[in-house]
T-cell receptor, first 111, second 110 residues
Framework: GGIITQTPKFLIGQEGQKLTLKCQQN?????MYWYRQDSGKGLRLIYY???????QKGDLSEGYDASREKKSSFSLTVTSAQKNEMAVFLC??????????FGPGTRLTVL | GQQVQQSPASLVLQEGENAELQCNFS?????MQWFYQRPEGSLVSLFY???GTKQSGRLTSTTVIKERRSSLHISSSQITDSGTYLC????????????FGKGTVLLVSP
């Protein structure tokens, strides 16, 4: 088995601040994903990466940057946090297009 | 883009009753998964089931590709089954870009 870890667990930021979320997996999966979940809405894909140094935009990529410097890690940056923003960011990984496994999430609050 | 409709939005059962959760897709699919979302937000994969029927304990998932639907059956529900169930699908092209439904909130009472 394997595990996905996300740091930090809770992230509190200020309006306009650049914030970085990190994700690590030890499944040795090639594909990694970042999703955002807002209250009352389904999860939406922000970015995904099919291999090291690859980046693909999802449906919600505006306002975010991502980085896949190693196969095991995938980072997401909120380029300018929006006031009163609250969301959960979930990282996932998979072997190609098969079953996705998710991390525990990072909860963002912007003051 | 593809849409995923889950029903019912919420469901209340008494312990021991069965539950049937539905997921309908607007496009043909390449893969689909059922997840359980814990109260703290983490997702547990219940089934990866792009077609056919799979069973795990009291849970059964059935996906009918031609009808663009999938169901999750919970038999003999228990209080610990309470929570949010999500289905997600990826279309039949490209990588596994899952589109999620909004979920079914299940409450099992004693």
């Amino acid at each position: 088995g394997g595990i996905i870890t996300q740091t930090p667990k809770f992230l509190i930021g200020q309006e306009g601040q650049k914030l970085t979320l990190k994700c690590q997996q030890n499944f040795n999966h090639d594909t990694m994903y970042w999703y955002r979940q807002d209250s009352g809405k389904g999860l939406r894909l922000i970015y995904y990466s099919i291999t090291e140094n690859d980046l693909q935009k999802g449906d919600l990529s505006e306002g975010y940057d991502a980085s896949r410097e190693k196969k095991s890690s995938f980072s997401l940056t909120v380029t300018s946090a929006q006031k009163n923003e609250m969301a959960v960011f979930l990282c996932a990984s998979s072997i190609r297009f098969y079953e996705q496994y998710f991390g525990p999430g990072t909860r963002l609050t912007v003051l | 883009g593809q849409q995923v409709q889950q029903s019912p939005a919420s469901l209340v059962l008494q312990e021991g009753e069965n539950a049937e959760l539905q997921c309908n897709f607007s496009t043909s699919l390449n893969s689909m998964q059922w997840f359980y979302q814990r109260p703290e937000g983490s997702l547990v994969s219940l089934f990866y089931n792009p077609s056919g029927t799979k069973q795990s304990g009291r849970l059964t998932s059935t996906t009918v590709i031609k009808e663009r639907r999938s169901s999750l059956h919970i038999s003999s529900s228990q209080i610990t089954d309470s929570g949010t169930y999500l289905c997600a699908m990826a279309p039949d092209s490209g990588y596994n870009k899952l589109t999620f439904g909004k979920g079914t909130v299940l409450l099992v009472s004693p």
